[in-house]
């Protein structure tokens, strides 16, 4: 049996406005991390694999059930939307039971379950508290809880990092890191760095396409070679501005250390250094769109 | 998995605040409306001075009665009204208790507050020198529940007035009609309550049958049962919806939808869990309150002797309220899951609100057409209920059905709009967002 989420040709229309332009995409077991701005497709994308939008044009299968037959794909497929709550007055256990009768799961697989969850998203001491008490962080972690409740061969979520602080993130990256050992697991995320800790095969979403499809170490390569750093005046910094991608920059005094793109080295000062994930995200981004300096 | 929905559904909305409204408000409608005076009919016993009244069709007894009433009314200042099935007490700003006083004047010749209030202490006096002329003869409990003011005992006769020399019942009828109007409808002036108001003795026979009947065909508990479905009903063809509308809207209040719509149950059984949910919760305080009535008629039941039809509430509750609660539930379901909004509440308020108004004619009962909130406001009149009985159960057999339909519908449009269809709601914000 198919172990893989196959996209083929994929459309997707918002009435007349297209939000996906033909998708081909294939997802192995792991982490599979979905980058790209505000806006870019991935809430689509992610909606039209857990079936909660029909797809309009082209085809997608989960593990070899197509999602026209929606409540085959249900049953292996975990889902944390992008916001998302409980009933407020319920508490974690009961919001948890509640969710597990609705996935099917027997009286005794839900009491043998849902304990060890709880346990595994550091939430077990909470398990009488009521939803509406929990901070972002908790509830975060109770949606994940949720999602992996009725052990899904395939766990979306949806920019689960939103909103957290430094610390949570982290933490909250590794649980998705181990969860991703035995089954799919798709991350959207419009922060570089979720992705470069965390993600193995990536995929970038711009205005709707796929522009890069492959791996991290991939990615990066593309951009080896062409990032330099150069300590310039801050005068200096807006003609460099215009004509190339400045990736990062950090003040020292007077002077500006500053970190772009450029095809070939541009002046004598600037030393050329290793590309990061963050620099071969905005050379791809400015690539596509055709802006980038030379 | 259905019956495991259903057991936490029912928990819910046994924790929802909506859910203990609505038993309060079932609590104080049953305690006001039906509670607190609803007495048990005793058996007639011969040679009594009184066995209530019944109404009259002879224009003469009708004038007289209703011109007594609104010399009463009139000069007292107050008035009281059904407009639509409630009670209501209606007070008349200047110029509208003028043209009442002339009303009146030339339906009964009587000028003026002065002379109404004369004419009204003449018949106190009367009153009272009967009831000492009868001392001693009568004893109070004596007086049946069909007796005229039978918690005021003072009145033995009600207050006649002989209508104006030449006035004919055509001319009387415009007078009422007006009068009716001014007071905005539902008075004892209107056609059918005026022709209501011209009470004549029962004799010992007809009460004697009448009460035979309510034992020997409905073992006295079925005409009671009605009588409490008669009220119950006028609640609960409007509270459900109230509960349907909210548990409809809970889950995109919660922004639970999504997580509830990618799980594998199939939304038959999501929106059955809650419907049964629904229903079972609101014919369980009906039932419960079902027991005082049958309490008392099994308390009169034991020191009159007679066997009495014990389930008769329960069967009642079943087939007459029932439909009602589904119906009501499921419309207000199948709004709520089609327009995302409350509109069901609007929906069901003005089909209630037209079944009560339409109701007010047929309080009698026999006469339950396609009404929503069919009426039998008495614990008497089996023979209407046994002439009607075939219709009504048409009547509930169709909104049972309908209801069931409606259930049916809702989980097919919920079933479309967990895959992203017919997201109507999703529509209207998206062309909002859009635009800004
Ligand atoms: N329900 C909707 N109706 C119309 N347009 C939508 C709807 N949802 C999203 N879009 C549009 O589709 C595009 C992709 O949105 P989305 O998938 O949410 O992006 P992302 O998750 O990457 O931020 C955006 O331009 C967005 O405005
Ligand atoms: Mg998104």
């Not at chain 2, 009220?231 to 809207?249: D, E, H, N």
């Amino acid at each position: 049996m198919s172990t893989t989420i196959e996209i083929r040709n994929l459309n997707q229309y918002y009435g007349r406005k297209q939000a996906l332009r033909d998708i081909n995409l294939t997802i192995e077991t792991g982490m599979f991390g979905l980058l790209g701005r505000n806006g870019a497709g991935k809430t689509t994308l992610m909606k039209v694999i857990a079936t909660l939008l029909p797809r309009s044009e082209g085809e997608v299968s989960v593990c070899g059930r197509s999602t026209l037959r929606p409540q085959e794909v249900r049953k292996i497929v975990g889902y944390l939307p992008q916001d998302f709550s409980m009933y407020p007055n319920m508490t974690v256990y009961e919001a948890m039971d509640y969710l597990g009768v609705l996935s099917g799961l027997s009286r005794a697989k839900r009491r043998q379950r849902i304990p060890r969850l709880l346990q595994r998203v550091n939430l077990q001491d909470d398990k009488r508290k009521k939803v509406k008490a929990l901070s972002g962080g908790m509830k975060r972690r109770l949606g994940i809880a949720q999602a992996i409740l009725h052990n899904p061969k395939v766990l979306i979520v949806d920019e689960p990092t939103a909103g957290l602080d430094p610390e949570e993130r982290v933490r909250f990256r590794n649980l998705l890191c181990e969860i991703a050992e035995e089954r799919i697991v798709i991350l959207s995320t419009h922060i570089v760095g979720d992705i470069e800790a965390t993600c193995e095969d990536i995929a970038v979403l711009d205005e709707g396409s796929v522009i890069y499809q492959g791996t991290v170490t991939d990615l990066i390569a593309m951009t080896e070679g062409k990032v330099y750093t150069a300590e310039i005046s801050k005068r200096e910094l807006e003609a460099l501005k215009k004509d190339y991608i400045v990736t990062s920059m950090l003040t020292l005094g007077n002077n500006v250390m500053a970190r772009f793109l450029a095809e070939e080295r541009p002046f004598a000062s600037a030393k050329l250094c290793e590309a990061g994930v963050e620099d071969a995200y905005m050379y791809l981004m400015h690539a596509e769109r055709g802006e980038l300096g030379c | 998995m259905l019956g495991q929905l259903f057991a936490k559904e029912c928990k819910q909305t046994a924790k929802s605040l909506i859910y203990w409204l609505i038993v309060l408000i079932l609590i104080f409608g049953f305690t006001t409306q039906l509670g607190n005076n609803m007495e048990i009919a005793k058996e007639p016993k011969p040679g009594r001075a009184s066995y209530g009244y019944q109404a009259s069709h002879d224009p003469e007894i009708i004038m007289s009665h209703t011109l007594g009433k609104l010399t009463e009314e009139y000069f007292r200042g107050n008035y009281t009204t059904y407009p639509i099935g409630f009670y209501k007490n209606v007070t008349l700003d200047k110029e509208d208790d003028h043209r009442i006083g002339e009303i009146l004047k030339e339906a009964a010749g009587i000028t003026g507050k002065e002379e109404a209030g004369r004419v009204m202490e003449d018949w106190y006096t009367a009153q009272t020198e009967l009831k000492e002329a009868e001392s001693g003869g009568t004893e109070a409990e004596d007086m049946g529940p069909n007796d005229v003011n039978a918690g005021d005992m003072m009145y033995r006769e009600p207050l006649k007035i002989e209508p104006a020399a030449g006035l004919t019942y055509e001319r009387f009828a415009e007078l009422m009609d007006e009068a009716d109007k001014i007071l905005g409808g539902g008075s004892e002036y209107g056609k059918d309550d005026r022709e209501m108001n011209a009470e004549v003795p029962k004799t010992y026979e007809d009460a004697k049958k009448e009460y035979n009947t309510l034992i020997e065909k409905d073992g006295l508990t079925g005409g009671y049962a009605r009588l409490f479905c008669d009220y119950m009903g006028i609640f609960l063809g409007i509270l459900p919806v109230f509960l349907a509308v909210t548990r409809g809207m809970r889950d995109r209040r919660a922004v639970m939808q999504e997580l509830i719509y990618t799980r594998r149950c199939p939304s038959l059984t999501v929106v059955a869990s809650r419907y049964l949910a629904m229903i079972v919760m609101l014919v369980l305080p009906v039932l419960a309150l079902s027991v005082f009535p049958l309490a008392k008629c099994m308390n009169y039941a034991r020191t009159a002797g007679i066997t009495v039809d014990m389930l008769a509430f329960v069967k009642y509750t079943f087939g007459w309220l029932m439909p009602m609660i589904m119906i009501a539930a499921a419309l207000g379901m199948f709004l709520t899951e089609l327009t995302d909004t409350a509109a069901a509440v609007l929906v069901q308020g003005a089909w209630w609100f037209v079944a009560i108004f339409g109701g007010v004619q047929t309080l009698r009962g026999g006469m339950y057409g396609w009404n929503l909130v069919p009426r039998h406001n008495t614990e008497f009149n089996w023979q209407g209920y046994h002439d009607g009985f075939a219709q009504l159960a048409l009547n509930r057999t169709l909104y049972a059905a309908a209801a069931l339909l409606l259930t049916l519908l809702t989980a097919y449009i919920y079933s479309q709009k967990r895959k992203g269809r017919l997201q109507i709601r999703g529509k209207i914000l998206a062309n909002r967002k859009s635009k800004s």
